[in-house]
């Protein structure tokens, strides 16, 4: 079955300090891969997303994730972590049948000064 | 402002009472659809459109129903409510299947 896995349901770190949020699926396929955020209260945002191409990919507000085929993985960082990052993060495929999305269960990050 | 909309932000209600959580998009997106989320379970699809009149199931649509009569607009029905219903729902909506998509702002239900 197609799924996707979030390693940690939350994460902590200090302001300044390296995100990396993990992200594992499951395909036999490469699929459309998505990381988007959820800040309180508001709906979800696209922050980046891979179809083909470059592996590793740049989104909005410093993230970048890369796409690693022999480790199904698909993992979200980003060098310097703000105060204004502090959100709910979800990674995302595309199902076989491009119907939907698939998420993964989310990793609430927090960000401490 | 290209956006999607839901109404209501926020609703509580009784068990059996029918409701509609109304949305709508002006992006002139082709495919829209609903979720449910939940703690710990991600966003689950309940339903979606490739375009008027064209719905189909998604992973979770028991006890929901939906129509597609304009391609802007995408209600979610709730006939009779009940407490397993209880989520916060969002509505999203794209040009077409691999592409971003949109979200609204959600709309969270208590159903008692």
């Known amino acids: 079955a197609q799924s996707v896995t979030q390693l940690g349901s939350h994460v902590s770190v200090s302001e300044g300090a390296l995100v990396l949020l993990r992200c594992n699926y499951s395909?036999?396929?490469?699929?459309?891969l998505f990381w988007y955020v959820q800040y309180p209260n508001q709906g979800l945002q696209l922050l980046l997303k891979y179809t083909t191409g470059a592996t590793l990919v740049k989104g909005i507000n410093g993230f970048e994730a890369e796409f690693k085929k022999s480790e199904t993985s698909f993992h979200l960082t980003k060098p310097s972590a703000h105060m204004s990052d502090a959100a709910e993060y979800f990674c995302?495929?595309?199902?076989?049948?491009?119907?939907?999305?698939?998420f993964g269960a989310g990793t609430r990050l927090a960000v401490h000064p | 402002e290209a956006q999607v909309t839901q109404n209501p932000r926020y609703l509580i209600t009784v068990t059996g009472k029918k409701l509609t959580v109304t949305c709508s998009q002006n992006m002139n997106h082709e495919y829209m659809s609903w979720y449910r989320q939940d703690p710990g379970l991600g966003l689950r699809q309940i339903y979606y459109s490739m375009n008027v009149e064209v719905t189909d199931k998604g992973d979770v649509p028991e006890g929901y129903k939906v129509s597609r009569k304009e391609k802007r607009n995408f209600p979610l029905i709730l006939e009779s409510p009940s407490p397993n219903q209880t989520s916060l729902y969002f509505c999203?909506?794209?040009?077409?299947?691999?592409?971003?998509?949109?979200f609204g702002p959600g709309t969270r239900l208590t159903v008692l």
């Open positions: 395909s036999s396929v490469p699929p459309y």
């Open positions: 995302a495929r595309l199902s076989g049948g491009y119907n939907k999305l698939i």
């Open positions: 999203a909506s794209s040009l077409g299947f691999d592409n971003e998509q949109f």
